[in-house]
């Protein structure tokens, strides 16, 4: 099948009719991001499903956002994609389509999505046809699915469990045998049937070979059963195998940014719990531990000395005083008595009856003890000021100089904050501690910052190294972890069953040479059926091997020759096709290995090439096992690829012989001087049969999509 032509209408950034006329080989499009490649690819994707990245979408998001404004009110225009093909000498003709009218600027109404074929025929004739029918002529799903990829992720498709068995089966010549391989069954019950008839000797033996028989028909399902049930785990086991091999030395990787995330979160609590202990709220400390006494000592001993200073000077001039009114009065007796006078602000005779209780002098701040000096000398003039204040208080009028005591008030405030001097002594002790324990913290924030950066770059550099992001390297991870205890079980399943089957398949003989006991012939024709049977199946189960392992060898040769072009001068290994029997079916293992075995881990543009590769070869070969060959369809499939490799790419598409269109976005630039864009000069060194260039027409309103239009080159 050949695309002649695809045409676009009305398909959002197409807007009226966009036709490409595609030639038999290498058809290239090519363009900017953001200018139609993809949606050409997606408009085609509808036309064949009515789908977009397999979900339904919705008409009205379809429709080219210029023609809405464009078309009149009351208008009515059709969105649709149509193909031209032509098969087996005859054109076919498919459209889906639907129609839209403009009701007012702001609101458009759909019809129905209508199918719609016709089909060219030989002799001229033009018949109309079900365009599902049509479908499955021209693109049937099964080939479609291993012809059509949108971006290098729908590549890894061949990485899908049984994906690989389900390609071959489509494209290989074994596939054919499957058919003869039903009709030997039928060959088999009719067989059963004759030696069923001729064996009836008597009735006893004919009732005991029907129970016999019976019992062998349900023993037969039962190991059908259990066979199946065998095959499904075996297959899964081979499944999680692969897996697990496949992703061993990236799952160490995730296991080391497990162990790196843990310590890394350990630090960063550990810095929490450091930085939770640097207290730096000094001016909380300056008054709520009184750390703004710590200048205060200076003050408060300046203070105590002009107190004192004071105190010796209002005595002084009290004494004087005194004198001066016993003098004038003639009392002698009060000049003496003024001479050994206390002062009048000296502690009262309260404080300095609780200073000798308490044996300390609250002047000088020292212990005075019962016995000691310093209690004597207090004890005597304590006397002595007691004598002189209750003499004072026994005159009725006695005249001061200084008849308030603010002095004395002072001194109180002096004895008051006397213990606030000794709670100053520590302050700067207390200021040290603080700052010490505040500076040995941010050491080791600073140490355990240095530690938690240098994981976090081994972090960086395992994941870089993986090419792989965190989250998915850890989902992975979890996968891996999954796996291992999903082959456990399945290895266990897989004992259990085969014990079980093996049992069953012994009952099933002793029921069949039971059966032979009371069932058997002599006659030489159904001898020879029954000998023909077990050859013809031998040799069409032989040959249905022998084609699928033909044809798998061809591929591994096939493949690498086209995987070596498109790496040409770099390193790729070898592709390898590994077969392993599950119960009687074939499994293909894709691995790619080099000189010391498996290669563990390709980066994405080979493994990217090793998928293209192993599809360029399937439809090469499968030119020689069928009538018809189906093109293949590529949306952005080299995004990894570096412009050599992109080039080789091309290249090698330009030799499979089947019908190809490939959209790219490489090869475009943009002019210097004029700023526009332009194709480079390289482009024309692509080995290519028809090229189109897919662009927006210029200029247009970056914030209006009523502006977009893609335009269609061909070049």
């Not at 960086?460 to 999903?486: G, M, V």
């Given at each position: 099948?050949?695309?002649?032509?695809?045409?676009?209408?009305?398909?959002?950034?197409?807007?009226?009719?966009?036709?490409?006329?595609?030639?038999?080989?290498?058809?290239?499009?090519?363009?900017?991001?953001?200018?139609?490649?993809t949606?050409?690819?997606?408009?085609?994707?509808?036309?064949?499903?009515?789908?977009?990245?397999?979900?339904?979408?919705?008409?009205?998001?379809?429709i080219?956002?210029?023609?809405?404004?464009?078309?009149?009110?009351?208008?009515?225009?059709?969105?649709?994609?149509?193909?031209?093909?032509?098969?087996?000498?005859?054109?076919?003709?498919?459209?889906?389509?639907?129609?839209?009218?403009?009701?007012?600027?702001?609101?458009?109404?759909?019809?129905?999505?209508?199918?719609?074929?016709?089909?060219?025929?030989?002799?001229?004739e033009?018949?109309?046809?079900?365009?599902?029918?049509?479908?499955?002529?021209?693109?049937?799903?099964?080939?479609?699915?291993?012809?059509?990829?949108?971006g290098?992720?729908e590549f890894?498709?061949?990485?899908?469990?049984?994906?690989?068995?389900?390609?071959?089966?489509?494209?290989?010549?074994?596939?054919?045998?499957?058919?003869?391989?039903?009709?030997?069954?039928?060959?088999?019950?009719?067989?059963?049937?004759?030696?069923?008839?001729?064996?009836?000797r008597?009735?006893k033996?004919?009732?005991?070979?029907?129970?016999?028989?019976?019992?062998?028909?349900?023993?037969?399902k039962?190991?059908?059963?259990?066979?199946?049930?065998?095959?499904?785990?075996?297959?899964?086991?081979?499944?999680?195998?692969?897996?697990?091999?496949?992703?061993?030395?990236?799952?160490?990787?995730?296991?080391?940014?497990?162990?790196?995330?843990?310590?890394?979160?350990?630090?960063?609590?550990?810095?929490?719990?450091?930085?939770?202990?640097?207290?730096?709220?000094?001016?909380?400390?300056?008054?709520?531990?009184?750390?703004?006494?710590?200048?205060?000592?200076?003050?408060?001993?300046?203070?105590?000395?002009?107190?004192?200073?004071?105190?010796?000077?209002?005595?002084?001039?009290?004494?004087?005083?005194?004198?001066?009114?016993?003098?004038?009065?003639?009392?002698?007796?009060?000049?003496?008595?003024?001479?050994a006078?206390?002062p009048?602000d000296?502690?009262?005779?309260?404080?300095?009856?609780?200073?000798?209780?308490?044996?300390?002098?609250?002047?000088?701040?020292?212990?005075?003890?019962?016995?000691s000096?310093?209690?004597?000398?207090?004890?005597?003039?304590?006397?002595?000021?007691?004598?002189?204040?209750?003499?004072?208080?026994k005159?009725?009028?006695?005249?001061?100089?200084f008849?308030?005591?603010?002095?004395?008030?002072?001194?109180?405030?002096?004895?008051t904050?006397?213990?606030?001097?000794?709670?100053?002594?520590?302050?700067?002790?207390?200021?040290?501690?603080?700052?010490?324990?505040?500076?040995?913290?941010?050491?080791?924030?600073?140490?355990?910052?240095n530690?938690?950066?240098?994981?976090?770059?081994e972090?960086?550099?395992?994941?870089?190294?993986?090419?792989?992001?965190?989250?998915?390297?850890q989902?992975?991870?979890?996968?891996?972890?999954?796996?291992?205890?999903d082959?456990?079980?399945?290895?266990?399943?897989?004992?259990?069953?085969?014990?079980?089957?093996?049992?069953?398949?012994?009952?099933?003989?002793?029921?069949?040479?039971?059966?032979?006991?009371?069932?058997t012939?002599?006659?030489?024709?159904?001898?020879?059926?029954?000998?023909?049977?077990?050859?013809?199946?031998?040799?069409?189960?032989?040959?249905?091997?022998?084609?699928f392992?033909?044809?798998?060898?061809?591929?591994?040769?096939?493949?690498?020759?086209?995987?070596?072009?498109?790496?040409?001068?770099?390193?790729?290994?070898?592709?390898?096709?590994?077969?392993?029997?599950?119960?009687?079916?074939?499994?293909?293992?894709?691995?790619?290995?080099?000189?010391?075995?498996?290669?563990?881990?390709p980066?994405?543009?080979?493994?990217?090439?090793?998928?293209?590769?192993?599809?360029?070869?399937?439809?090469?070969?499968?030119?020689?096992?069928?009538?018809?060959?189906?093109?293949?369809?590529?949306?952005?499939p080299?995004?990894?690829?570096?412009?050599?490799?992109?080039?080789?790419?091309?290249?090698?598409?330009?030799?499979?012989?089947?019908q190809?269109?490939?959209?790219?976005?490489?090869?475009?630039?943009?002019?210097?001087k004029?700023?526009?864009?332009?194709?480079?000069?390289?482009?024309?060194?692509?080995?290519?049969?028809?090229?189109?260039w897919?662009?927006?027409?210029?200029?247009?309103?970056?914030?209006?999509?009523?502006?977009?239009?893609?335009?269609?080159?061909?070049?």
């Amino acid at each position: 099948m050949k695309i002649n032509r695809i045409i676009i209408e009305n398909y959002l950034c197409y807007y009226e009719k966009k036709t490409f006329n595609l030639s038999d080989g290498l058809n290239i499009i090519i363009g900017e991001n953001g200018e139609g490649k993809t949606k050409f690819y997606e408009a085609l994707d509808w036309m064949f499903t009515g789908l977009i990245d397999g979900k339904e979408p919705k008409l009205l998001e379809l429709i080219s956002a210029k023609k809405k404004k464009d078309s009149s009110v009351g208008g009515k225009f059709e969105v649709s994609v149509s193909i031209e093909v032509r098969q087996f000498n005859e054109v076919k003709y498919v459209k889906r389509s639907y129609v839209v009218t403009k009701e007012s600027d702001l609101n458009f109404i759909t019809s129905q999505v209508m199918l719609t074929a016709t089909v060219d025929k030989v002799n001229g004739e033009r018949e109309h046809a079900r365009a599902e029918q049509i479908f499955s002529e021209i693109f049937p799903e099964r080939y479609r699915r291993f012809s059509m990829f949108k971006g290098e992720q729908e590549f890894r498709i061949l990485e899908k469990p049984d994906s690989f068995n389900e390609l071959v089966a489509a494209f290989s010549e074994s596939s054919d045998y499957e058919n003869y391989t039903k009709a030997i069954s039928e060959m088999r019950k009719i067989r059963e049937k004759s030696i069923s008839e001729a064996g009836k000797r008597s009735q006893k033996d004919s009732i005991n070979y029907q129970i016999a028989k019976t019992k062998i028909e349900e023993k037969e399902k039962e190991v059908k059963s259990f066979s199946d049930r065998l095959y499904i785990i075996k297959n899964n086991k081979n499944i999680l195998e692969q897996q697990i091999k496949l992703h061993e030395s990236s799952v160490a990787n995730s296991e080391e940014i497990e162990k790196l995330n843990k310590r890394i979160a350990e630090l960063e609590q550990a810095i929490k719990s450091k930085q939770d202990l640097i207290d730096q709220d000094y001016t909380k400390y300056l008054f709520d531990e009184k750390w703004i006494l710590r200048d205060f000592e200076s003050v408060f001993n300046e203070y105590c000395r002009k107190i004192e200073n004071f105190s010796k000077e209002k005595w002084e001039q009290e004494s004087n005083y005194q004198k001066k009114i016993a003098y004038e009065q003639g009392q002698a007796d009060l000049i003496t008595a003024h001479k050994a006078n206390l002062p009048f602000d000296v502690p009262s005779v309260d404080l300095m009856r609780d200073m000798l209780e308490e044996e300390i002098c609250k002047v000088c701040n020292r212990s005075a003890p019962i016995g000691s000096d310093a209690y004597i000398f207090m004890k005597s003039r304590f006397e002595k000021y007691k004598k002189i204040v209750e003499g004072g208080a026994k005159k009725k009028k006695e005249q001061f100089l200084f008849s308030n005591d603010y002095l004395g008030k002072l001194r109180f405030i002096m004895d008051t904050h006397r213990n606030n001097r000794l709670l100053a002594e520590d302050i700067m002790e207390s200021i040290e501690q603080k700052k010490q324990s505040n500076h040995s913290l941010f050491e080791e924030i600073n140490d355990l910052n240095n530690k938690l950066a240098s994981e976090k770059k081994e972090k960086s550099r395992i994941i870089s190294f993986s090419n792989e992001s965190e989250e998915r390297s850890q989902n992975k991870l979890t996968d891996y972890r999954s796996w291992i205890q999903d082959l456990w079980d399945c290895k266990r399943e897989e004992i259990t069953f085969t014990e079980k089957l093996n049992g069953l398949v012994n009952e099933l003989k002793d029921l069949e040479e039971e059966a032979t006991r009371y069932n058997t012939t002599k006659d030489p024709i159904l001898v020879k059926a029954r000998d023909l049977y077990d050859t013809i199946s031998k040799i069409f189960n032989d040959t249905k091997e022998r084609k699928f392992d033909d044809f798998i060898e061809k591929l591994q040769r096939e493949t690498n020759e086209i995987f070596g072009k498109i790496n040409l001068d770099a390193f790729k290994g070898y592709i390898k096709f590994e077969k392993k029997l599950i119960g009687t079916k074939a499994n293909i293992n894709v691995l790619l290995i080099e000189d010391n075995g498996i290669f563990e881990n390709p980066n994405d543009s080979l493994k990217t090439s090793m998928h293209i590769s192993i599809l360029f070869a399937i439809s090469k070969l499968a030119k020689e096992f069928s009538s018809d060959d189906y093109p293949m369809i590529f949306d952005a499939p080299t995004s990894t690829f570096g412009e050599l490799k992109t080039t080789n790419f091309l290249n090698v598409l330009n030799e499979v012989g089947n019908q190809k269109i490939l959209l790219i976005k490489d090869f475009i630039t943009r002019d210097l001087k004029n700023g526009n864009l332009t194709i480079k000069n390289e482009f024309r060194n692509i080995k290519r049969d028809k090229a189109f260039w897919v662009k927006l027409q210029r200029p247009f309103d970056e914030h209006n999509l009523s502006t977009i239009n893609t335009e269609v080159v061909e070049l």
